[in-house]
Nanobody
Framework: QVQLVESGGGLVQAGGSLRLSCAAS????????MGWFRQAPGKERESVAA????????YYAGSVKGRFTISRDNAKKTVYLQMNSLKPEDTAVYYC????????????????????WGQGTQVAVSS
């Protein structure tokens, strides 16, 4: 069992930046591939970024590529999402998720592939 707690959300003007953190507790963090998802009102949850166990392999949704950066610190059991050049359409609740992975290389983009979820943190971008 692993518990995930997100932080760092808030209200920011368009063009601004936020850094989300997701702190994990419980089992060995380095065994998990991690992902960030978001869900806007009236929309389905979507994958934003993902990272493999080693932190070398990453994925970004097309809508955030070049603006967001996912990273992890296995010693601190934390995954981050640096969000720059924020747009109003980035407004959503952001969730981190963990997938028990047997591979150092794989990352995962489907929400049904993840085993554990945080409670979410709200990001609001004003125009």
């Amino acid at each position: 069992q692993v518990q995930l707690v997100e932080s760092g959300g808030g209200l920011v003007q368009a063009g601004g930046s936020l850094r989300l953190s997701c702190a994990a507790s419980g089992r060995t963090f380095s065994l998990y591939a991690m992902g960030w998802f978001r869900q806007a009102p009236g929309k389905e949850r979507e994958s934003v970024a993902a990272i493999n166990r080693s932190g070398v392999g990453t994925y970004y949704a097309g809508s955030v590529k070049g603006r967001f950066t996912i990273s992890r610190d296995n010693a601190k059991k934390t995954v981050y999402l640096q969000m720059n050049s924020l747009k109003p359409e980035d407004t959503a609740v952001y969730y981190c998720a963990a997938h028990i992975s047997s591979s150092n290389d794989n990352y995962y983009t489907g929400s049904d592939e993840y085993d554990y979820w945080g409670q979410g943190t709200q990001v609001a971008v004003s125009s």
